[in-house]
Nanobody
Framework: QVQLVESGGGLVQAGGSLRLSCAAS????????MGWYRQAPGRQRELVAGISSRDTTNYADSLKGRFTISRDSAKNTVSLQMNSLKPEDTAVYYC?????????????WGQGTQVTVSS
């Protein structure tokens, strides 16, 4: 079994910054791609940013330049630095990871962390 635990959400004023972190633990052989998604009320979950096992990154077009994803493969962690936050960034942010365990490979999700940006 694999657990993803997020931290770092909270309330921030527009223009501020937050850093989200996510740690994967459990019966892990390797962590492949990792990423962050978000879901605002009444909207579908959407990709924020992803990072491959080789540190190749991709971002939602609307977030390029404000958000930065990074990972520490030795610790099985992924982070999301969010700058110049806007009220429309308010959402629950979810960590996602493609993980190989002993005998299987699957996609796992964290429980989500709330980010609220006030105007």
């Amino acid at each position: 079994q694999v657990q993803l635990v997020e931290s770092g959400g909270g309330l921030v004023q527009a223009g501020g910054s937050l850093r989200l972190s996510c740690a994967a633990s459990g019966m892990i052989v390797s962590v492949n791609a990792m990423g962050w998604y978000r879901q605002a009320p009444g909207r579908q979950r959407e990709l924020v940013a992803g990072i491959s096992s080789r540190d190749t990154t991709n971002y939602a077009d609307s977030l390029k330049g404000r958000f930065t994803i990074s990972r520490d493969s030795a610790k099985n962690t992924v982070s999301l630095q969010m700058n110049s936050l806007k009220p429309e960034d308010t959402a629950v942010y979810y960590c996602n990871a493609d993980v190989t365990t002993r005998g299987s490979r699957g996609e796992y999700w964290g429980q989500g962390t709330q980010v609220t940006v006030s105007s």
